[in-house]
């Protein structure tokens, strides 16, 4: 799990670094991230399903982005398509280290018994 939150923060910090990319879809980028690793620990912590914990996350970010794109419609009639790939990406990025990790670990595991 220290592992996890180290990787997640060290891939979080690097977005920073994206230079010609708008400050607005990093913060989709970012939000898509931390979402989807949130969702994809706790339901892997409470199904202990890999495959499951992995397309929730990435769901999850989805869904918070379309979230957030519906209110801008409503809002400022601006539905950004751009935007809702941003955060989707985001969660993508982090779900697929997080999988492998995960996946790893268990491997490890089931060798030593």
């Known amino acids: 799990m220290k592992k996890t939150m180290i990787i997640g ?3 979080l910090t690097s977005l920073s670094s994206f230079g010609q990319i708008a400050a607005d879809k990093k913060k989709h980028f970012e939000v898509g991230a931390i979402t989807s690793a949130l969702v994809n620990v706790h339901v892997y912590a409470f199904t202990e399903n890999n495959k499951k914990a992995f397309i929730y996350g990435i769901a999850s970010s989805f869904a918070i982005g379309l979230a957030k794109e519906i209110k801008d419609e409503v809002q400022y009639k601006g539905f950004d398509s751009k935007d809702l790939l941003a ?5 993508i990025t982090i779900s697929i280290p997080l999988d492998r990790i995960v996946r790893k670990r268990r491997n490890k ?3 030593k018994q």
């Open 9 to 11: 923060f060290a891939i």
């Open 87 to 91: 955060t989707v990406l985001g969660g």
């Open 109 to 111: 595991l089931t060798n």
